[in-house]
C-alpha cells in the first residue's frame, strides 16, 4: 500500500528530516510510526500525503508514484486518503455534521447520500447524538473523534494519523486506538505516528522506529490485543 | 458500534448524475455565500451601498445627456432658416415666391411673414410701439421662413441656403442653427467624460470587491487550508469567493438601480415641466429595461471581475502546512 524507496527529505535550510528511507506498508496492516519529536514523523506522513515532495527517492502509494501526480492532480489524490490530525483541525464555524459532511461535500456527493454516510460515520466513532453540535462544545477526545469520522467518511483504503492521541488522556487515547483497530478490521490499511509508547506496545501492531530521519526499527511482530 | 451494521459506510461512493450534480453543488454554494453576506448584515451593506453609489452616479449622468440628446433631437425648427427679401418686393410677388419654393423636394414648408405682420409683432414685443407709430413707412422686409425636408444633410441645408440666398428678390439668408451644433458638440464632451469617468469608477468597484475578498480569504483561511487538505480542488475553494462577488455586483447593482430610479422620481415633476415647454407630453427622463438591465449587468460583471482577480492572486498562495 505504501513503499518508500531511499527517500531523502531535506529543507531550504539544509537540514535533512528524513535520510535514505526504506520500507513498505502491506495492504490492510496497521502501523506506527515511533520517535522522539523532530525525528521525522510528521514529515513522513507529509510527504505521504503529498503536502511536501521528496527531495530525492520514490513514494508510492497504492500503486502510484507521488513523484508523477501533477499538483493539478494533488486534490484528487488526497481523496483517496484519510487523515487524522493532532489538533484535528475541525472548522469551528459549522456543527460537527458538517464538518464530517466536507469530503463527501468536496467530493459531489449527492446531499442525501451524504446525510446518510455522515451519520454512519459519526456512529462508528460513537458520536451521532452529537451531529448538530459545535465541535467547540465537545471534549478533546471528542473532537478527535469528530476527526477521525471525517477521514473515514469517503471510506478510504488507507489513512494516516499524525499525533492523533497527542493531547489526550490515556483512557481516551486507549478508545482512539479501539476505532482505529475496528477500521484495521474491516480492510483499511493505517500508518500512525505516535511517541507513545506504552500505548503501541499494547496494541502490538508492527513498529517503524525513527531516529534523526532513518530508520532505527521496523520490524514485523504478532499482533496482540489486550 | 460494530462496522458490519453500517453497510451503508462500505459501500462506494455513489455521485447523482453529472449535470445535476455540478448543478446542486452551485446552487448550494450560491447559497452559502449568501448566507454569508447576511450573516454581517452591516458590513455587506456598507459594501453594496458603495458598490450602488459608484454605479448610480454614472447611470444616472449618463441618462441625463441620453435625454438632452432625444430633447436637442426634437428641434427641428432649429433648423430653419430666414430669407430676407429686398425692399422693392412687392407683397404678392414674395406670395408666388413663397409657393414656388415651396414645391421643391428639399423643402418641407415656407412660411411668409409680411412686413406689416412682422412690424406688428416688433411692437408688440419691443415695447416701442408709440415710437414706431411715428414711422411713416414700414422699414422691415418681407420674410420667408424655409423649412428644408426632413430628408436633407447639414451639407445639403447649406447648399439650398446658398441657393435661394442668390435669388434676384433674396437680400440676405439668416441661418441661426450654430448653437445645436455647438450643444451637441458639448455633449458629445460631456459624453465622453461620462465615459470615463465611469471607467474609473468601475476599477474602483473591482478594487473594492476584490479587497473584500481579500479580506474574506484571509478570515477563512484555515478553512481553506484544511479543505486543501482533504482533497478540495482550486476550483472548490475559489467557489464561494466567487459567488461573494457575484452577490455584492448583483445587489449592488439592484440598489443602484433603485437609487436611479429615485432619482428620477424626484426629477419628474420639473422633468414634466421641462417636456410641457416643448410640448411634448412623453417623458423626458426614463430608465427603460434594457438601461435597467445594463446596471444590473455591469454591477455583476464587475463583482466577478474584482472576485476573481483576489481569488487568482491569494488563494493560490495558501496551500496546507
Redesign the interface.
Known amino acids: 500500500m505504501i513503499r518508500l524507496e531511499d527517500v531523502t527529505k531535506r529543507f531550504p535550510g539544509g537540514q535533512e528530516a528524513i535520510s535514505g528511507l526504506s520500507f513498505a506498508v502491506d495492504k490492510g496492516e496497521m502501523v506506527f510510526v515511533t520517535g522522539h519529536s523532530g525525528a521525522g514523523k510528521s514529515t513522513l506522513l507529509r510527504l505521504i500525503a503529498l503536502i511536501e515532495r521528496p527531495t530525492r527517492g520514490q513514494v508510492i502509494v497504492d500503486g502510484q508514484n507521488t513523484r508523477r501526480v501533477k499538483r493539478r492532480r494533488i486534490p484528487a489524490y488526497r481523496r483517496q486518503i484519510g487523515m487524522v490530525f493532532q489538533d484535528h483541525r475541525l472548522l469551528y464555524d459549522r456543527p460537527v455534521a458538517d464538518n464530517v459532511a466536507l469530503p463527501l461535500v468536496i467530493a459531489g456527493v449527492g446531499r442525501r447520500e451524504a446525510s446518510r454516510r455522515v451519520r454512519a460515520a459519526l456512529d462508528q466513532v460513537g458520536l451521532l447524538h452529537k451531529e448538530k453540535q459545535n465541535p467547540e462544545t465537545l471534549s478533546a477526545g471528542e473532537q478527535q473523534r469528530v476527526g477521525i469520522a471525517r477521514a473515514i467518511v469517503t471510506r478510504p483504503k488507507l489513512l494516516i494519523a499524525d499525533e492523533p492521541t497527542g493531547n489526550l488522556d490515556p483512557d481516551l487515547s486507549v478508545e482512539v486506538m479501539r476505532i482505529f483497530r475496528r477500521f484495521n478490521e474491516v480492510g483499511v490499511t493505517l500508518l500512525i505516528a505516535s511517541h507513545d509508547i506504552s500505548l503501541i506496545d499494547r496494541m502490538g501492531c508492527r513498529r517503524i522506529a525513527l531516529e534523526e530521519g532513518r530508520l532505527v526499527e521496523g520490524m514485523q511482530e504478532d499482533e496482540t490485543w489486550p | 458500534?460494530a462496522?458490519t451494521r453500517?453497510a451503508?459506510?462500505?459501500?462506494?461512493?455513489?455521485?447523482?448524475g453529472p449535470v445535476s450534480?455540478w448543478f446542486?453543488?452551485h446552487a448550494?454554494t450560491a447559497f452559502g455565500s449568501l448566507v454569508r453576506l447576511l450573516r454581517q448584515p452591516f458590513a455587506s451593506l456598507m459594501i453594496i451601498l458603495v458598490i450602488a453609489v459608484t454605479l448610480a452616479i454614472p447611470a444616472a449622468l449618463n441618462l441625463v445627456v441620453h435625454s438632452a440628446v432625444a430633447v436637442s433631437s426634437g428641434w427641428a425648427n432649429a433648423l430653419d432658416f430666414s430669407i430676407y427679401l429686398k425692399r422693392g418686393v412687392s407683397e404678392s410677388e414674395a406670395k408666388g415666391l413663397a409657393k414656388i419654393i415651396g414645391e421643391r423636394a428639399d423643402v418641407e414648408s415656407v412660411r411668409l411673414i409680411t412686413a406689416d405682420e412682422a412690424l406688428a409683432d416688433f411692437k408688440k414685443q419691443s415695447g416701442f410701439g408709440d415710437a414706431l407709430d411715428a414711422l411713416t413707412e414700414n422699414p422691415l422686409p418681407h420674410t420667408l421662413v424655409i423649412r428644408p425636408a426632413a430628408a436633407n444633410t447639414t451639407q445639403s441645408i447649406i447648399l439650398l441656403q446658398e441657393e435661394l440666398g442668390n435669388l434676384p428678390e433674396a437680400e440676405f439668408v439668416q441661418a441661426d442653427t450654430d448653437w445645436v451644433r455647438r450643444f451637441h458638440a458639448i455633449l458629445d464632451i460631456v459624453r465622453r467624460a461620462i465615459v470615463i469617468g465611469a471607467s474609473l469608477l468601475g476599477l474602483a468597484i473591482v478594487v473594492i470587491i476584490g479587497n473584500t475578498i481579500r479580506l474574506d480569504i484571509q478570515n477563512r483561511r484555515?478553512?481553506i487550508?484544511?479543505?486543501?487538505?482533504?482533497?478540495?480542488?482550486?476550483g472548490?475553494v475559489r467557489r464561494p469567493f466567487l459567488w461573494s462577488g457575484f452577490w455584492y455586483g448583483l445587489t449592488g447593482g439592484l440598489l443602484a438601480l433603485g437609487l436611479v430610479q429615485y432619482g428620477l422620481h424626484l426629477m419628474a415633476q420639473p422633468a414634466a415641466r421641462l417636456a410641457s415647454l416643448y410640448q411634448s407630453t412623453a417623458s423626458v427622463l426614463g430608465l427603460g429595461l434594457e438601461e435597467s438591465l445594463a446596471i444590473i449587468g455591469i454591477g455583476v460583471l464587475l463583482g466577478l471581475v474584482g472576485s476573481w482577480f483576489a481569488v487568482a492572486r491569494h488563494l493560490r498562495r495558501i496551500?496546507?502546512?
Open positions: 458500534m462496522l453500517h451503508d459506510a462500505v459501500a462506494p461512493i455513489r455521485s447523482s450534480t446542486s453543488r448550494a484555515e478553512e487550508e484544511v479543505t486543501k487538505l482533504i482533497g478540495a480542488s482550486n472548490f496551500e496546507p502546512r
